[in-house]
């Protein structure tokens, strides 16, 4: 079977050198903490010499016990020294567990937070392409798995080792040859069937992790877009859709846990017949005088003892694996190629005014589809630029390019005569505001949205953008004021509101270069017209890229460039572009035409 994802090994096949990355990652983590891992270690073998103690001291309690060696006393020292080593046992586990939790901690809180980083820092074109609800469970089975990696590997793994070791010496001191060799030969057979079976089960767990991945996609995207599947009346479509999914998780899971129960029977066969063949030999010796009852229930104690790990063995190895493959899974997040990175020594945005410069730029999100074509122009420090064209011309991919959400494929995009490929990205960024088209906001309240234009920002300053932004009047009259929540991407607010929103939280940045994209279409034109005045004054003194559907909202602009089809098919101001006859005067012809008809309809009724 082929190698599903990121270089992934699939689980049918023995671990790779990608899935065994994820123990390489985990190492610094337990270097950090030595002294913590090396007292939990401690603990951990005082807890297993406990362990062990436990049935030798049982064979003296039972042989003092036995009226043959006509003990008159009962043995109080031996039943006390039981009942300590028995606690002890319990004690130096939960120690273990308590001093090691840190480590464990601390290692899925550093791993979780790198990928997170790491998924912020990739291109727009991976998060336009990811499948969100798929990939929170990869990280969230990911985590999970340092958890289990670490607790397993060394507190299962030596353990059961240890243990082994302990009960082969007593076996090998204590009695014959046989002994040893039965045991050897059971768990021999126990691991190699253990393997056998788990690796068999893997193909269903896989298959059982990808169906989960794919239905908990299915559920967030569909509730995402809870008002589209309301517009069409589709939710059984919906329903059946994601039912669909579970279903074939349902068998997947019904097949892990039918080859689970064919596990725990093989294993318990193996280690009954080991455990029955020793009684036996025992029992023999007991009868022959040569062992005593003691021998009889120490042989029973220590199989009991080794049989208890080892029959966590296959749960153990199959879960080791398990999260060995959901960390790759996790771990091939952050080999995603991050596609725009800084370059190493990039130096921050010079302060000061900023001149931009696109520079014959080409750019295409794909090598079959050019989305611009040499595209030249220069917004002089603190001038305004205004893009126009059809849907689909290029406008809205200028304004990712200066953001360099995307390197550009050819030519350059400059500021103050700087090639944005080599300065630090935070700092370019952090110079340039936008107000987007489509303003999405997070799920929290009217003061978080604006606030995060500058999160050390005062409440002071974010009312005075708000108020800057001709919204503040409009928070006062809702029963929480600022602390009101926008809901899911800012639904519980109309368009219009959702763009006053973005234009005081771009105003709070107090950015040098702004970026209106279309940032008053969602507004009527009375609105239009007032936060038209207040984007203009704020942008008094900024560069300015002013995309635009409206021709009337940038009539003022220092240049006019016309798009079509990723080319700038004419430039100039507004006046120069009429007088030319070309494009942008059969554009404002139009809108004008639509305008008066627009208002021609609005008077119609009072005149009827």
């Known amino acids: 079977m082929a190698s599903h994802g990121h270089g992934r090994a699939t689980p049918t096949q023995p671990l790779r050198g990608t899935e065994w990355r994820a123990v390489a990652v985990l190492v610094p983590y337990l270097l950090e903490y030595r002294w913590r891992v090396l007292l939990a270690l401690v603990c951990l073998v005082s807890a297993k010499l406990t362990n062990v103690g436990v049935p030798l001291v049982m064979k003296e309690v039972v042989d003092a016990l036995d009226p043959q060696i006509a003990a008159v006393a009962v043995p109080v020292a031996l039943l006390a020294i039981y009942g300590c080593l028995r606690f002890s046992t319990t004690l130096f586990a939960e120690l273990r567990d308590v001093v090691f939790v840190r480590v464990i901690q601390r290692a899925i809180r550093r791993v979780a937070l790198g990928v997170f980083r790491h998924l912020h820092s990739l291109s727009l074109r991976f998060h336009l392409e990811r499948q969100t609800g798929g990939m929170t469970r990869d990280i969230e089975r990911g985590t999970r798995g340092i ?48 393997i056998a079976i788990t690796e068999w089960r893997m193909e269903f767990r896989r298959r059982a992790n990808e169906l989960d991945s794919r239905a908990n996609t299915r559920a967030i995207d569909s509730l995402l877009n809870y008002e589209t599947v309301k517009y069409f009346g589709n939710e059984e479509f919906e329903a059946r859709r994601y039912d669909e999914n579970l279903r ?53 104690g220590l199989l009991i003892q080794l049989y208890i790990p080892l029959n966590f063995l296959g749960m153990v190895y199959r879960e080791i694996k398990q999260s060995l493959l959901d960390m790759d899974r996790m771990f091939g997040l952050l080999t995603a190629n991050r596609e725009v990175e800084d370059r190493p020594g990039a130096p921050p945005l010079p302060p000061g005014p900023a001149m931009v410069e696109f520079r014959a730029v080409d750019f295409d999100y794909e090598p079959a589809r050019r989305i611009l074509h040499g595209v030249s122009f220069t917004i002089p420090a603190g001038r305004r630029v205004a893009v126009v064209g059809h ?20 030519g350059a995009i400059l500021v103050n005569g700087a090639d944005i490929r ?123 890229l002013v995309i635009a559907h409206r021709l009337s909202t940038i009539m003022d602009a220092d240049q006019i460039l016309v798009l079509s089809g990723g080319r700038i098919i004419e430039r100039g101001t507004h006046r120069e572009l009429l007088e030319a006859g070309g494009e942008y005067a059969r554009m404002w012809a139009l809108q004008q035409q639509e305008e008066a008809r627009a208002q021609g309809v609005a008077r119609r009724p009072l005149a009827a």
């Open 147 to 194: 958890s289990s990696l670490l607790n397993y590997m060394i507190f299962s793994i030596i353990p059961v080792i240890l243990e082994f070791a302990l009960v082969a010496a007593v076996l090998i001191g204590k009695f014959d040859w046989r002994f040893a060799a039965i045991t050897f030969g059971a768990v021999a057979v126990y691991i190699g069937f253990t």
């Open 248 to 300: 074939k998780y349902e068998s997947a899971a019904v097949k892990t846990e039918a080859s689970l129960g064919l596990l725990n029977i093989g294993q318990s066969l193996i280690i009954a017949a080991a455990v029955t063949g020793l009684m036996l030999l025992t029992a023999e010796g007991v009868s022959a005088g040569t062992f005593t009852l003691g021998d009889l229930v120490l042989v029973n």
């Open 391 to 410: 849907s689909g011309s290029g406008k809205s991919t200028l304004a990712r390019l200066l953001y360099r959400f995307y390197d550009v494929t050819r």
């Open 422 to 544: 080599t300065l630090q990205q935070q700092s370019l960024r952090g110079a340039i505001g936008i107000v987007p088209q489509d303003t999405v906001l997070f799920n929290d309240t009217i003061r978080y949205n604006i606030h995060y234009g500058r999160p050390e920002a005062s409440d002071a300053e974010v009312i005075e953008a708000a108020r800057a932004a001709h919204i503040h009047d409009f928070i006062e009259t809702l029963p929480a004021g600022y602390e009101s929540t926008v809901g899911e991407r800012g639904l519980k607010l109309s368009g219009g509101e959702k763009q006053r929103v973005a234009i005081a939280r771009a105003l709070l940045k107090n950015p040098r270069i702004l970026i209106f994209d279309e940032a008053t279409s969602a507004l009527d034109s009375t609105s239009e017209k007032a936060i038209q005045a207040e984007l203009e004054r704020i942008a008094v003194g900024r560069t300015t």
